[in-house]
């Protein structure tokens, strides 16, 4: 399929092309009030201003949950459901076509291009949505296998249950935050001398902070408490999806985690990317996961063999001095099983999942040190250092920035892509104690 | 001192002295909108209507905040500090004493007490806060211990960190319920033959589901994102207590929980009481809890030696044939940390807790199988029955109905109790594959 073109001009290699059209919270320095928009290459469409000048004035479905647009998330919008997000989404995708049937919509009106036409240099991007709960799930196979090996050996790297259903738990809602919202170091309690027989642990500024590459699926269709999502209606379920940095304390981690898994370690932060890839979008670049050479049960069988997405995954750190390297090249196919999956084995034992509920893959590693997702596992647990410039890390140093880039697709005119999420650690507070 | 004595007839024995005071959340056939009570005897005081009909007119700290009553959850009046819910709690104590100095408020006013107090039996109760993130901890130590005995032997019962740092983990939000919503036996996945050395699981409906008898700490006030709260101000931030019955399915919990804790074992349902016992009425009865033979870190030290408290916790089940037997008794004092050391635990490292957080002690088991909060432990894993009536359960079955019931005091006159918290086990769904 040739890329859609626009009257509209998109820069060649915007994440943002008209194949894309994701969906975000903004706000301005005019209009401090968070609304909806649509990033189209530079530019924020504020979807607000633009239903109130009579865009939608050709789309009759919309009218009458135009209200939505106005709201400070994306829950309201995405509880109208996947057949809602498509129209609408095909709506703006040929309200911008080069040779659009709406020419009066916005093509040949240039006050509503002033008012809902914003340089996304001056929009300031919030949280996505209201989010209720969130849970992290452990499937990026490769990642798991790594720390499996560091922690247990080759052999039994990967626990019996690893292949019958997505390892997950349940993460801390609170601390989801916008990319760009710096991290401070935690303290935290954790071991000086691990390898020690004597357990003393000490509470003070973490050492091993380390960022974690991770996509995240936001839940539009609510399911009743009770009453399990079947597999083949899973995907429906699904809004859409963003880059997710599950930041963590791996000193505390290694000393709280038994028996009832990470907590304190994952807690203090966890950023997001702020537009929103609608499923849509990336239907596309729909591949193969990592195969399962286990027998999976039927609730968790999805049918067709390409349930994850093609999606080029890209760490960058930049220290504070100024020294800037790419850290790891990974891709979203790296996962044993696919959002869908992930879903219908939450709701298995009946869990309520609710819009705005956001689901993690887990840290998404390719099979070479090149493409870990993790220092963990990039420093095989802090013993191997890696260069950036001519400064070494094994784990992040304050002034440290670190910036995920994901993007589908290679015709540069028709990137399907999520921007960047990206996170600076600020030094530990003085707590005086 | 001697009880308070008051002009409204309050029934020897009820757990809604007037020495406690608890809020929560009603609805009435009459009038179907949520709104703030407290319990008193065998009544609801609507606080609505209370506030609506000049009944705060002696308090007027709580004047400009009245819209607080008309609220569906107790997270705004939470919101306003502890040293609000003291004056609130103590006036309500004022007007209802039987020398009370306002006897025009309430006890000279027939008109209002026909319209603000409300049989208990003839309210709806409901969630009493919107809640944000639900964390369990596990400082039951007896029930940690017990389990742990079961999982590694005696000599490994308690893993490393156990007297170190409150162990906790998230749960889910969603799927927390009032008192009375009917539990479903949930599907899963587990082994059928957990002993057999091929690890083949099935998705089917669970068969080893338990209660774990538990208390919760409602969150009041907030802290920021990166911000621990010292411990000697942890207390404040904590609105009240209530009962708490995390539901499990053990089976699934035993297939799943390695490494990254128990997740769809836990989420499909957790049941709490439905009024909020307030911090204020519960301080008469701090006691010491399970002593600690470590040294404890400085931001976890709390000052006194009374930190938890004298709640009598009682099991009941009734089966569906009706018999009826009491399989627990145990008592709030059986923990090795206290709630605020969960919450400066739990903040520790910057996470932020807002209003309307839930925190869960774990398991509340004595040293007696009698005094063991939960099934696994009370069955020794599920090898000794338990006699209800000419029944024997080992774990629950369809039609059963738990109940807890808690109390503090020994005073008839002056109780503070949680009333009760039940749940019925409907049979599983048919799900057709």
Redesign the interface.
Known sequence: MPPLRSWFSIPRGSHFSLANIPFGIVSTSSNKSQRVAVAIGDHALDLEAFAANNGFSALSTIQPHQAVFSEPSLNAFAALGRPIHSVVRKYIQSVFAENTDFPNVLKNNSALQTQALLPLKEVQCHLPFKI??YTDF?VGMNHAYNCGVMFRGPANAL???YK??P?????????V?PSGTPI?R????FLPNPSSEE?A???AP?NRLDYELELGAFVCKPNK????V?IGEAEDNLFGLVMLNDWS?RD?QS???????????K???TSISTWVVLMDALEPFKVKGIENDKEV???LKQKGDKTVYDIQLKVDLKTNPGNLSTVANSNGRHLLWSFPQCLA??T???????TG?LLGSGTISGTSPEEHGCLLERTEGGKKSIKIGNEERVFLKDGDEVTFTGVCGADEEALVGFGTVTGRIEPA?N?G?
């Open positions: 209720g709960d452990f626990n019996p249950n019958h259903l390892v997950g738990y349940h993460g801390r809602a609170s601390s935050v401070r935690p303290h935290g309690q357990k642990p000490v509470y973490i408490m009770g009453e399990p079947p304390a505390v000393w709280e985690y038994i028996p009832l898994g990470p907590f304190n370690a807690n203090f932060g049960l039927p609730y084995h939450h298995s034992t009946g869990c309520n999942l609710q509920d507070l707590l104690h």
